[in-house]
């Protein structure tokens, strides 16, 4: 009976591995490597890389430039409807992507809540590379917010109080003990943030539309040339692949490397003759 | 000055307070500069209050070295590692350090930016028993050397005498008695003060019997005392002032209580003995020429002039 139930679970999980493994190697079996690459060099894919790549980069330094403090602020400080804001922060998760594109639209759109001010004063975003960083952001900061929050959240709070009775300013108190302390916390989550944001489809098209080398990145590339030329959506498919293999080991094994740095010198220090 | 008191009697509160990491109302001015005034709504922040507090786990920062603690309220601790013999360890990490390390860390780092006040937060409980009682020589050591004002929060009655010259008792908020250490010995304030003082109290009815006061126990035995008191009141004797013999001996003393023997504990030199309901210190010589045993029985001796006795209603 027991035996029975263990021999369903092993192969339940490899079902489950099997459904999630085998698509993923068959984006590579179709064509021959060679041709991948091949396909990577034209000119949409390398167009599609740029805009990728220029407009992540921009969305992803804003995010953390804006996110960070704020999530410091948020997880140090319990307030009054604090869930309600937490609530908020994560609704954007939960949202369609279409609908967030939709909303951005709204926004920040020629018709839009905000779009009609910053168009009389000739500023006009939607369908621009400015929409697509828009859009990469809002699907961004969500998730960049709720990790980082809860990073800071773990930071011992005494060790700030002590820093405060050194004589540091808010800013010292931030940049020399809670940063450093919540850092490895917001490299994950600003890693997993990155990986996202490169991915978004939805609101960018939604939003910012399908241009290319002006708006159309490497997730809208892959939904154009599907019936124009399957190599090329291949390729780009793949690259995500290898992308985002490389990121979940380094997420992976950065934290069992400093785990083992930390059990390296517990060990030390106990004793004596390398303690010092 | 040490501040005294069981858990949750609002020690750490006072310090935090004290720090500014905690909101208070009150006054509080040192050196004539005023850090708290309610009245004037002044609350100085934490950072501008010139303070140096050592905290119950040292709490140094983890990612940064030694040196790099003590100088991170300000830089130039070069002669702070020096005079606490840690310049070997200036760049080791604080995981790498004993406790006796670590807190001499925190209290380099909370002496570098030369606070006016100097705050400690059981500075001893983050310790094993066997390297507690070399640190606390130690430490009381380096307050001296820090020539400040000085406040040591503990629960413990002999680090606060050890470590402080006045000490101040604090029970749910409240400050019970305030005096050297000798003081509170002499003459609690209450029984509470005097059991927190390592004293042995026992309880029972008072009455008048001709010059002294008998104290009636529950088990029946009296008591004597040279202290007037009435009804419900309390008997304090220190363990140093009981002497403890195999039968009941013709001596001066007023007191003769025979009882089990509970517990022989050895306390360095000397061993406590847990005897009924008292607690005797003696020396390991009389502990092995009267060849005590746990569970066989002993008769412990206190003068009537050696026993205070105090009111039960001040123990609340």
Redesign the interface.
């Known amino acids: 009976m027991k035996h029975a139930f263990t021999a369903t679970a092993v192969a339940a999980a490899t079902l489950a591995l099997a459904f999630l493994v085998v698509p993923v190697v068959a984006l590579f079996l179709r064509v021959p490597p060679g041709d991948l690459i091949h396909a990577l060099g034209t000119s949409a894919a390398q167009d599609a890389l740029v805009v990728s790549l220029k407009t992540s980069a921009i969305a992803h330094v804003a995010v953390l430039l804006v996110g960070t403090p704020a999530a410091y602020a948020i997880g140090r400080r319990r307030f009054r409807g604090r869930a309600l804001l937490l609530s908020l922060i994560e609704l954007p998760l939960v949202l369609p992507p279409a609908v967030a594109g939709i909303a951005l639209l709204v926004t920040f759109g020629r018709l839009g809540l905000l779009g009609g001010t910053m168009s009389a004063l000739g500023i006009d975003i939607a369908f621009t590379q400015v929409a697509v960083i828009l859009a990469v952001a809002f699907v961004e900061t969500p998730l960049y917010l709720r990790a980082a929050i809860a990073s800071f959240e773990g930071v011992d709070g005494t060790l700030l109080d002590a820093a405060r009775t050194l004589r540091a300013r808010p800013f010292r108190v931030f940049a020399r003990v809670a940063l450093p302390l919540a850092a490895g916390g917001l490299g994950a989550a600003s890693a997993l943030a990155l990986a996202r944001g490169l991915g978004e489809f939805g609101a960018t098209l939604l939003f910012a539309g399908s241009l290319q080398g002006v708006t159309q990145t490497l997730p809208l590339a892959v939904y154009a040339q599907f019936e124009v030329n399957l190599d090329i959506a291949l390729a780009i498919g793949a690259l995500f692949v290898v992308f985002g293999a490389a990121l979940l080991l380094a997420l992976k094994l950065i934290p069992g490397w400093t785990r083992s740095i930390s059990l390296w010198t517990f060990r030390s220090a106990s004793s004596p003759s390398t303690s010092s | 000055m040490a501040l005294v008191g069981p858990s949750g009697a609002g020690k750490t509160t006072v310090l935090?307070a004290l720090?500014?990491?905690r909101r208070a109302r009150g006054r509080i001015s040192v050196d004539g500069h005023a850090w708290l005034d309610s009245a004037r709504g002044l609350d100085l922040?934490?950072?501008?209050?010139s303070?140096?507090?050592v905290?119950e786990?040292y709490?140094l920062?983890?990612?940064l070295s030694v040196r790099k603690n003590v100088e991170?309220?300000?830089k130039g601790g070069a002669s702070l590692l020096e005079r606490f013999g840690l310049a070997?360890?200036a760049d080791?990490?604080p995981?790498?350090?004993s406790g006796g390390e670590r807190q001499r860390v925190a209290l380099a780092?909370?002496l570098?930016?030369d606070p006016a006040v100097l705050l400690l937060d059981e500075p001893l409980s983050a310790l094993d028993a066997h390297t507690r009682g070399e640190v606390r020589t130690e430490l009381q050591q380096l307050l001296r050397e820090a020539d400040r004002p000085t406040l040591v929060v503990t629960h413990d009655f002999e680090d606060a005498a050890t470590l402080a010259t006045q000490v101040g008792v604090l029970v749910q908020g409240r400050l019970r008695q305030l005096g050297t250490p000798a003081e509170l010995v002499a003459s609690p304030a209450d029984p509470f003060v005097a059991s927190l003082t390592g004293a042995n109290v026992l309880r029972g009815r008072a009455r008048r019997a001709h010059e002294l006061t008998e104290l009636e126990l529950p088990t029946g035995e009296l008591i004597r005392s040279t202290d007037p008191a009435e009804g419900e009141a309390v008997a304090i004797v220190y363990p140093w002032e009981v002497t403890l013999s195999r039968t009941p001996p013709d001596d001066s003393a007023q007191n003769h209580i025979t009882g089990v023997v509970a517990s022989l504990v050895p306390v360095g030199n000397r061993v406590r003995a847990r005897v009924g309901p008292l607690t005797a210190e003696i020396t390991n010589d009389s502990s092995e020429r009267l060849g005590l045993q746990v569970g066989g029985t002993a008769v412990a001796s206190f003068k009537a002039t050696a026993t205070r006795l105090l009111p039960e209603s001040l123990s609340r």
């Open positions: 935090r720090a500014g990491l922040p934490a950072e501008e209050r303070v140096g507090l905290f786990e709490d920062v983890p990612h991170f309220g300000r070997p360890l080791a990490k995981r790498e350090l780092r909370a570098a930016p």
